[in-house]
């Protein structure tokens, strides 16, 4: 057993995290935007993770070694919702009606999801902050 | 008149001495010295330090941009060195101890 696992494991997390923190900040940025290289308005994003999956039976069985248990980004998918029809006749991207295609983002509920982001960060630095301070006890039996 | 604590130590315990004798030949058969564990634990806390040097150059040099994970390696690095110093401390402990024996 590796005596940095525990170390890795947050480690992970902060790496995840620090993604879905660019993609939310990519959401607000992105809150008002009508073009892209798709066509239409700007799609929400959203991050999935996946746990690093435990060690398979055959793996296992073949003694191969154990990937270190953690998270993994799996990746970042556009979410499905239409965008909203804004009436906005001056816009330059307004329809025949006058309506325009705005991304389907909320501030509000990005600006939740950032708050739920960095605090689970903390979180992470708190683990690892908490295994540090194990350690260094540890090391202080001998003195 | 026969001290029984004395005469157990002329004696030997039975228990004892053939334990240390296995020590010794179990010591052959697995092939690594005390000193050689040592000498690969200071080689790995040496790897974990170059890393961590590596990743903070990286860092430095704009390469990475995860101050995260340098910072997780530069802590590795000093708690493994730490680890090394306690061992160090101990072993210099130990050599002190068996210098100060009176003869």
Redesign the interface.
């Known amino acids: 057993m590796d005596p940095f696992s525990s170390m890795d494991i947050s480690a992970s997390a902060l790496s995840a995290l620090r993604v879905r923190m660019n993609v939310i900040a990519d959401n607000l940025a992105n809150v008002d935007t009508t073009r892209t290289r798709e066509g239409g308005p700007y799609r929400k994003k959203e991050v999935v993770f996946g746990a690093v999956q435990d060690q398979s039976f055959a793996d296992a069985l073949s003694g191969a070694a154990q990937a270190t248990p953690g998270v993994q980004l799996l990746g970042i998918v556009q979410s499905q919702t239409p965008p909203r029809r804004v009436l906005n006749p001056s816009h330059p991207d307004a329809d025949a009606q006058g309506f325009v295609l705005m991304p389907d983002i909320n501030p509000l509920i990005e600006m939740v999801d950032m708050l739920s982001a960095t605090r689970a960060y903390e979180a992470n630095v708190t683990a690892i902050q908490s295994w540090k301070t194990m350690t260094n006890k540890a090391l202080e039996i001998g003195r | 008149m026969a001290d029984p604590l004395i005469t157990g130590i002329g004696e030997g315990r039975p228990g004892l001495l053939p334990s240390l004798g296995n020590a010794a030949s179990d010591k052959a058969k697995e092939g690594k010295s005390f000193g050689e564990t040592l000498r690969e634990s200071v080689a790995e806390v040496n790897k974990l330090q170059q890393a961590a040097e590596a990743q903070a150059k990286d860092l430095a040099l704009g390469k990475t941009k995860?101050v995260?994970?340098t910072l997780?390696a530069i802590?590795?690095a000093n708690?493994s060195f730490?680890?090394m110093l306690?061992v160090r401390?101990?072993l210099v402990e130990a050599y002190q101890e068996v210098m100060r024996t009176q003869m």
């Open positions: 995860d995260a994970q997780i802590e590795k708690i730490q680890l306690q401390n101990k």
